[in-house]
């Protein structure tokens, strides 16, 4: 099945604790992005990547680092939390800019 | 920049219902546009994927259609069904910029029984 999966679900955590939240893909998109989601501001792009080794930021990438060392897997690293990251965050894939994008189930996170 | 907008932000209709949600667009050069379906607290589900050369595309009772050159795009259920309550989601792939999409803040959508 195709599908894009994100690690872990839910998470609390505290301030300053480093944390990843893994994302992994198995239809071999070339593309992959991370966003987060908050009421009233909606889907905001965190960082981006168009291939192994290629990474941009997005609107909000302030606090966040990514890698794309492996096709299939995009990990989202939060060095050092702060409250103001509580979101629910989704990792994403395409095959490129005609294609469609594809989901992660989203991983809710809440830093205190 | 590009900037999405839909109406309405929320609706209430009766089971059985013909319905449109309505998305619009600030730039109409754009690779595509898809909708998206959420449930409360759950990722988003495609719908359908519209290129910017077509004007529609349908999948079961859901019909979206693309006016690139106005900047709108709608989204018609046929016969509502309370399962299709949900927050539903428009998104543009800007020309350009195949990396992304730019979100409207989508319409909550109640079907009642």
């Known amino acids: 099945e195709a599908q894009v999966t994100q690690n872990p679900r839910y998470l609390i955590t505290v301030t300053g604790k480093k944390l990843t939240v893994t994302c992994s893909q198995n239809?071999?998109?070339?593309?992959m992005s991370w966003y987060r989601q908050d009421p009233g501001l909606g889907l905001r792009q965190i960082y981006y990547?168009?291939?192994?080794?290629?990474?941009d930021k997005g609107d909000v990438p302030e606090g966040y680092k990514v890698s794309r060392k492996e096709k299939r897997n995009f990990p989202l690293i939060l060095e050092s939390p702060s409250p103001n990251q509580t979101s629910l965050y989704f990792c994403a894939s395409s095959q490129g800019p005609a294609g469609g994008w594809y989901f992660g189930p989203g991983t809710r996170l809440t830093v205190t | 920049k590009q900037e999405v907008t839909q109406i309405p932000a929320a609706l209430s209709v009766p089971e059985g219902e013909n319905l449109v949600l309505n998305c619009s667009f600030t730039d109409s050069a754009i690779y595509n546009l898809q909708w998206f379906r959420q449930d409360p607290g759950k990722g988003l589900t495609s719908l359908l994927l519209i290129q910017s050369s077509q004007r529609e595309q349908t999948s079961g009772r859901l019909n979206a259609s693309l006016d690139k050159s106005s900047g709108r795009s709608t989204l018609y259920i046929a016969a509502s069904q309370p399962g299709d309550s949900a927050t539903y989601l428009c998104?543009?792939?800007?020309?350009?910029?195949?990396?992304?999409?730019?979100f409207g803040e989508g319409t909550q959508l109640t079907v009642n029984p």
């Open positions: 239809m071999n998109h070339e593309y």
């Open positions: 998104a543009v792939c800007p020309s350009g910029q195949g990396s992304r999409l730019t």
């Open positions: 990547s168009m291939n192994v080794e290629v990474t």
